[in-house]
Antibody
């Protein structure tokens, strides 16, 4: 059974940093591109970033470019999102999802991690 | 930048009725790159349809997708109680690399 489990969410002040992790199981992690998708409370879905199977190619939404860094460790079956210079508008549930430029869609999702940016 | 528009914003129907949801793109996209998701309150989205018309694993055949170019649709042939949710379309390939429509809420009439 494919499972994606996010961790690392919490409350952070504007300008602060936070690192999200996603632990993957139930499939060969290194065979798939992965993405982060966020959802502000009560709002729609926004793709944040994606990376290919080995982390050699990544892409970011304009809203987070230069502030967020996505990485992966295939030896640990883990995906990461380093979020810097956080703003109030970054407050959202962050979902880890399987899929990127290999699938063109997201076939499995984690349960989400809530990030709240507030003073 | 490509923009996806979904209509209607809310669809009020009764169980057993047919639901037809629309997704319109601001420019033509390959049907290969169009997907649909279902999201229930407090849950992560679930993939329903990819490639505009292919059902994802485990998705009942009452869900079907169609369309091409700029106009796509998701049809639920007979609504079951568990189908009342928000539905999103998603495209790949145009800047931004992935984008979602604003969603259509299907609620109980």
């Amino acid at each position: 059974e494919v499972q994606l489990v996010e961790s690392g969410g919490g409350v952070v002040r504007p300008g602060g940093s936070l690192r999200l992790s996603c632990a993957a199981s139930g499939f060969t992690f290194g065979d798939y591109g992965m993405s982060w998708v966020r959802q502000r409370p009560g709002k729609g879905l926004e793709w944040v970033s994606g990376t290919n199977w080995n982390g050699g190619s990544s892409n970011y939404a304009d809203s987070v470019k230069g502030r967020f860094i996505m990485s992966r460790d295939n030896t640990k079956n883990s995906l990461y999102l380093q979020m810097n210079s956080l703003r109030a508008e970054d407050t959202a549930f962050y979902y880890c999802a399987r899929g990127y430029a290999d699938l063109y869609y997201f076939d499995y999702w984690g349960q989400g991690a809530l990030v709240t940016v507030s003073s | 930048e490509i923009v996806l528009t979904q209509s209607p914003g809310t669809l009020s129907l009764s169980p057993g009725e047919r639901a037809t949801l629309s997704c319109r793109a601001s420019q033509s996209i390959s049907s290969y790159y169009l997907a649909w998701y279902q999201q229930k309150p407090g849950q992560a989205p679930r993939l329903l349809i990819y490639g505009a018309s292919s059902r994802a694993a485990g998705i009942p055949d009452r869900f079907s997708g169609s369309g091409s170019g700029t106009d796509f649709s998701l049809t639920i042939s007979r609504l079951e109680p568990e189908d009342f949710a928000v539905y999103y379309c998603q495209q790949y390939g145009h800047s931004p690399l992935f984008s979602f429509g604003p969603g259509t809420k299907v609620d109980i009439k």
